[in-house]
């Protein structure tokens, strides 16, 4: 079945510092790749996304490139702020052989951004 | 506001006592899904929903039940509550096959 794997941490970064959280998926058809995030007492929001090879996401200054070669959709944000401090969670969406295109999900990385 | 409700946020109750928590989306998406949140787990899909009528499951079905009877709500039912079904829930909700699942904010749920 379908996988996700991704750095659980937690990360602690300075302000400013540079981000970067892996994720590696295991899928056997073409899936959509997703990073969602949690702030603190919320739900999940959809971050950014890419559905084929070689295409970048990107929103809020976070970016990810979907690697088939590799099989990795890797989160990396130049600058970091504090209101980034959250959960981030790398998930994949497929059909699961039926009509049911669910979502897979990491087991989520917490972020800590101190000032 | 395009939203996925959920209800109540918060919710301790004992073992073997009937519950049904609430999601509603104004969105008029055809397909909604329930997933619980463990530590160290992630998200896991329970059940989900193609439409009115149309219910399945998902990776962890064990103990819950659901409804579709009206497009907009999906009720999760949790007949006998165990202690292991303690978790924080999250119903979405999602436009026909398109890739963005919308979430509610949550329920977290304690069963003693």
């Not at chain 2, 787990?41 to 009206?70: A, F």
Request: aromatic share 12%; proline share 5%; net charge positive.
């Amino acid at each position: 079945g379908n996988s996700v794997t991704q750095m659980e941490g937690p990360v602690t970064l300075s302000e400013e510092a540079f981000l970067t959280i892996n994720c590696t998926y295991t899928a056997t058809g073409y899936p959509s790749l997703f990073w969602y995030v949690q702030y603190p007492g919320e739900g999940l929001q959809l971050l950014l996304k890419a559905t084929k090879a070689d295409d970048k996401g990107s929103n809020k200054g976070f970016e990810a490139t979907y690697r088939k070669e590799t099989t990795s959709f890797h989160l990396e944000k130049g600058s970091v702020q504090v209101s980034d401090s959250a959960v981030y969670f790398c998930a994949l969406s497929d059909r699961d052989g039926g009509s049911n295109y669910k979502l897979t999900f990491g087991k989520g990385t917490l972020l800590t951004v101190n000032p | 506001e395009a939203q996925v409700t959920q209800n109540p946020r918060y919710l301790i109750t004992v073992t073997g006592k009937k519950l049904t928590v609430t999601c509603s989306q104004n969105m008029n998406h055809e397909y909604m899904s329930w997933y619980r949140q463990d530590p160290g787990l992630g998200l896991r899909q329970i059940y989900y929903s193609m439409n009115v009528e149309v219910t399945d499951k998902g990776d962890v079905p064990e103990g819950y039940k659901v409804s579709r009877k009206e497009k907009r709500n999906f009720p999760l039912i949790l007949e006998s509550p165990s202690p292991n079904q303690t978790s924080l829930y999250f119903c979405a909700s999602r436009r026909g096959r398109s890739y963005e699942q919308y979430f509610g904010p949550g329920t977290r749920l304690t069963v003693t």
